[in-house]
């Protein structure tokens, strides 16, 4: 399976495009800033 970071401040568009991903079969998910994207990739250390 493909997983997809959307990184979007916008929570309205940002969980749009995370719902219309995880409807096409993709693992999206969504956070809201920089810091929360590193974290999430790389775990908070």
Known sequence: MIH???VED???LNHAVCTYL???GFE???VLNVQD????MYGSL
């Open 4 to 6: 997809i970071l959307v």
């Open 22 to 24: 995880n409807d096409c």
């Open 28 to 30: 999206a998910k969504g």
């Open 10 to 12: 916008d929570k309205q």
């Open 37 to 40: 994207a590193y974290d999430e």
